[in-house]
């Protein structure tokens, strides 16, 4: 018989198998003998009593063996000679995609503006130490796309889209570690993901797929409102299916479809700021304890009140993690949050947005077009560029003098290495969302006793919640509705928020273009 179980048990007594059968046994109310073996298939963390506990879910077997477990691997054809479709970007959206396709027969042509995922280090050293920003390669441009160098969580509210255990089975065939099998936050991490990004680009090359780094999508042709064909790097090049993937921060892009009258909409998207704390304080806060224990991981939070009819919450929390600095272009400064695997940073970061809606932005810009949105959230970044456009130190404020609107004599130590400067924030921010974020660090700081600190430390902005822009397209068969073969897909298209989700997408726009 094999059934399946919950149990909530200490840190130190999940390590002894012999308590954990104990209480498998308990719990299914059979004798502890009968127990033969038990796997574990998820976990969470309960702290919401004094002690911390794991909340674990078994698949036990009484009265018989465990078999062999099956082995997944991804379907692998050979398609050199199929049917090609190109995809633009290699992000999770578009190597999910091209994996996909091969499955399902077709020959997957990925064009890359970036450089692959070990070249793109120097880019990002050079981006980091002197402040240089390769338009073409960074943060958000390159193989894996903006996710490989910015943490790797691979969590997600996204589980009516598609099949998320499949691209977790996937990503852990390519290399990823069984624990993002398990837990209920899985996460990669910036220093092991890099090679599974290689993995899956090496398995579609291998299946007759091609992957080409540092070519540009420059132009897109249409005839009788479908693809005809496409520029890369000022060649011209027949398609007839194209699955455009780049990403939330392409906005070359999204001003060459809306140049070519390709439909293209204004979207909503989050604005705030980048919220350190030292990560010992979060594990007090979190873990009700002066020193966190080694059996636990470096603590979480997640966080969402109202402020004037507008929703404040926590978003990409970096446990052990590091400010990393985003740009796209010189003259603009972004920030984002990334964690190694082991989450062994001395800080917690966390984006802390507001959500900003088309008709703020109206009352703001006197905009209602379709790139309003986009110039809306250029224009912030520019504005938070205080160094000149060659630097990329990024303006900051203590979180109590932000909300008290002073400007800090002094800031604690933060891990964005570029460098912070003392500024105020609320000449960098619009007034509707630092006003909702004066409110919501307050209302956090009662949530979580000691958040609202004078130790905590704003980097501005995060801006890149996501795409300022949607390109619609048709919810069945997921191509945009005036331009046959044309598949908007993943994060930049409008239809993602991560990469489990930007993955899923992928997929489905993969399984409609081989129709």
Not at 181 to 208: C, S, W, Y
Request: proline content about 6%; charged content about 20%; glycine content about 8%.
């Amino acid at each position: 018989m094999i059934r399946q179980a919950d149990i909530l048990i200490t840190p130190h007594d999940a390590q002894d198998r012999l308590t954990v059968r104990r209480m498998l046994a308990s719990v299914l109310h059979v004798p502890a003998a009968d127990i033969r073996d038990f796997v574990l298939l998820r976990q969470s963390i309960d702290a919401r009593g004094k002690t911390v506990k794991f909340q674990q879910r078994y698949q036990v077997f009484i009265g018989e063996n465990r078999p062999p477990a099956p082995q997944f691997s991804p379907i692998f054809n050979k398609v050199t000679h199929a049917e090609p479709v190109h995809i633009i970007g290699a992000g999770p959206a578009g190597l999910f995609a091209a994996i996909q396709l091969i499955a399902l027969g077709k020959k997957p042509i990925i064009i890359e503006r970036g450089k692959d995922v070990k070249a793109r280090r120097r880019d990002l050293a050079l981006l980091t130490k002197q402040h240089i920003v390769n338009p073409e390669s960074n943060y958000c441009f390159g193989e894996g796309g903006a996710g490989t160098y910015s943490d790797g969580k691979l969590y997600t509210r996204s589980d009516k889209r598609g099949d998320i255990h499949k691209v977790l089975q996937l990503f852990h065939y390519f290399g990823a570690s069984h624990d993002i099998l398990v837990n209920a936050r899985p996460h990669i991490g910036t220093n092991k993901l890099p090679d599974v990004i290689v993995a899956m680009r090496e398995f579609i090359r291998q299946a007759g797929g091609e992957v080409h780094f540092e070519h540009k999508l420059e132009d897109i042709h249409i005839k009788d409102n479908t693809i005809h064909s496409i520029t890369v790097n000022g060649v011209a090049t027949e398609c007839r299916k194209l699955i455009l993937a780049t990403g939330h921060s392409a906005r070359d892009i999204f001003r060459l479809l809306h140049l070519k009258n390709i439909a293209i909409e204004a979207k909503p998207f989050a604005l705030g700021v980048r919220a350190e704390h030292p990560q010992s304080l979060i594990d007090r806060i979190q873990y009700h304890c002066e020193t966190r224990s080694e059996l636990l991981p470096p603590s979480y939070y997640s966080l969402v009140t109202q402020v004037m009819h507008r929703g404040v919450y926590s978003f990409c929390m970096c446990p052990g993690g590091i400010i990393a600095p985003c740009a796209t272009n010189p003259g603009e400064v972004v920030t984002n949050g990334w964690s190694p695997s082991k989450r062994n940073n001395p800080f917690a970061n966390s984006g802390i947005v507001v959500e900003v809606t088309l008709e703020d932005i109206a009352r703001y810009t006197g905009r209602r077009d379709a790139l309003a949105a986009l110039d809306f959230q250029a224009s912030i970044e520019q504005k938070a560029c205080i160094g000149g456009p060659k630097s990329q130190i990024a303006p900051a404020q203590r979180m109590t003098d932000f909300c008290q609107q002073k400007v800090s004599s002094s800031l604690p130590n933060c891990s964005y290495l570029p460098g912070v400067s003392s500024a105020d924030l609320h000449t960098i921010l619009p007034p509707f969302v630092a006003q909702r974020l004066q409110v919501g660090f307050k209302e956090f700081g009662k949530k979580m006793k000691g958040y609202y600190t004078h130790e905590a430390v704003l980097v501005a902005p995060e801006s890149r919640t996501s795409s300022p822009v949607r390109i619609p397209r048709n919810k069945i068969n997921l191509q945009h509705p005036g331009v046959k073969g044309l598949f908007p897909c993943g994060e930049g298209a409008g239809y993602a928020g991560g990469i489990i989700s930007a993955a899923v997408d992928g997929i489905r726009c993969a399984t409609e273009s081989a129709k």
